[in-house]
């Protein structure tokens, strides 16, 4: 038997959960499922472009589990593509985290900023540039 899923931390909680082709019914289609975490893995490699260690990191999972999380996303995704059929997004063993913590390397500020409002251009305390995001806080 195989182990209980690990829960995934994730920062997103996506507004549009359904994708289909345009003009065909939905009764007429074929539907695949993708499941949040897998989402967040794609949103984590593709739009924020972590390299894996970084992604897995922030989710909570091994690099391994990411490599697999990622594979079997990107698989969906373009089954849904070729094959014409309808994409649902939902389930997954989750968390939802709902921002992320950033600290400054010059003056050490810490400060908080929600998912989904892009990275930060500098420090809000000292201007600075020299930050990055810290997601053991």
Avoid: H
Avoid at 90 to 111: H, L, Y
């Amino acid at each position: 038997m195989p182990r209980p899923k690990q829960c995934r931390r994730v920062g997103l909680s996506p507004d549009c959960t359904y994708f289909k082709p345009a003009g065909v019914p939905t009764r007429d289609l074929e539907e695949i499922v993708l499941e949040i975490d897998e989402l967040e893995a794609m949103r984590l490699a593709d739009i924020e472009e972590l390299y894996q260690v970084q992604a897995a990191k922030q989710m909570g999972v091994s690099r391994r589990t990411f490599g697999r999380m990622i594979d079997s996303a990107r698989k969906k995704v373009t089954q849904a593509l070729i094959n014409g059929m309808a994409l649902r997004i939902e389930g997954g063993a989750i968390e939802i985290v709902p921002e992320r913590t950033f600290v400054c390397g010059d003056c050490r500020n810490v400060w908080k900023l929600p998912f989904g409002t892009g990275s930060p251009d500098t420090c809000p305390e000292c201007q600075s540039r020299s930050f990055q995001r810290d997601d053991t806080l």
